[in-house]
């Protein structure tokens, strides 16, 4: 969840280069086009920390789901215990 602002972030940037690109003359166009083409490096980075992110959300909703479908254990009743020894 903490890599969503910044994917969005860096997707915005991005955006805003080719934007920019749109109206540049060709020295700018190629700097720009070079920060296009690096923008993917974070890109990937986040969008992959994302997927991560929502995969262990939810194999930690699908463990607290089946935890909660396991029958409860025995309270102990004709089981010795530590004390019962004494």
Known sequence: MAALPLLAAVVAVRFAFRTAQEEADPFVWGLLELGVEAMWVPIRNYLALTVLGFTVLL????????????????????????????
């Open 59 to 86: 194999l930690t909703l699908l463990f607290i789901w089946i935890a909660s479908r396991w029958p409860p254990r025995p309270t102990g009743v004709g089981v010795a215990g530590p004390s019962a020894s004494l």
